[in-house]
């Protein structure tokens, strides 16, 4: 429940920024991808670390518009 409540409120975030109209200037996708590599972390890892679900690790360093 909780890994779920904060899945819904990343999402509400990142549709509210598109709502806003803002452009974050980077991709956060490819620079989660590129810290985590960076550092040797696999993403099960970061998932586990993160208290987030492996697909969700994946899916934002995918593209974070897959989230909008």
Known sequence: EHNRRRRIDFTETMQQKKAENLDFGVDIGQR?????MER????R????KSNLN????SAIED???SFL
């Open 32 to 36: 989660l991808r590129e810290l985590r």
């Open 40 to 43: 040797g972390i696999s993403i």
């Open 45 to 48: 890892d970061l998932a586990r």
């Open 54 to 57: 492996v697909n969700t690790v």
């Open 63 to 65: 593209s974070a518009r």
